[in-house]
């Protein structure tokens, strides 16, 4: 029965781990890729799916909300999405 134990142990450990080819995967960067968020904004302009995800993220008070005030002050497309996606992620 330990047997049985170590070697489905063995099994569990050796179906988590991955050797990619000869590639090795960072965790680091694995994890900001994986956490960083995705919206379905296809059409809009870069600055605008900018904003909208700046503004949704602080509506939600995550980690990526932020407000580049810079952009705000000078992009209408950047303030515009921001806006936008404040007001919806918030729910007003």
Same mark, same amino acid.
């Given at each position: 029965?330990?047997? *049985? +134990?170590? +070697?489905?142990?063995? *099994?569990?450990?050796?179906? @988590? #781990? $991955? #050797?990619?080819? =000869?590639? &090795? +995967?960072?965790? $680091?960067?694995? *994890?900001? #890729? $994986? ?5 379905? *904004?296809?059409? %809009? !302009?870069? /600055?605008? &799916? =900018?904003? %909208?995800?700046?503004? @949704?993220? #602080?509506?939600? !008070? $995550? +980690?990526?909300?932020?407000? =580049? &005030?810079? !952009?705000? /002050? ?9 806006? =936008?996606? %404040?007001?919806? @992620?918030?729910?007003?």
């Amino acid at each position: 029965m330990k047997r *049985l +134990i170590v +070697i489905m142990t063995i *099994l569990v450990v050796a179906g @988590c #781990t $991955s #050797t990619n080819g =000869d590639k &090795k +995967i960072k965790p $680091s960067n694995f *994890l900001a #890729t $994986s956490t960083h968020p995705t919206y379905n *904004l296809a059409g %809009y !302009r870069p /600055a605008f &799916k =900018d904003g %909208y995800i700046d503004g @949704c993220e #602080t509506a939600k !008070r $995550s +980690i990526h909300g932020i407000k =580049d &005030k810079q !952009r705000f /002050a000078k992009e209408n497309q950047y303030r515009n999405g921001w806006k =936008d996606g %404040y007001n919806l @992620c918030l729910g007003k």
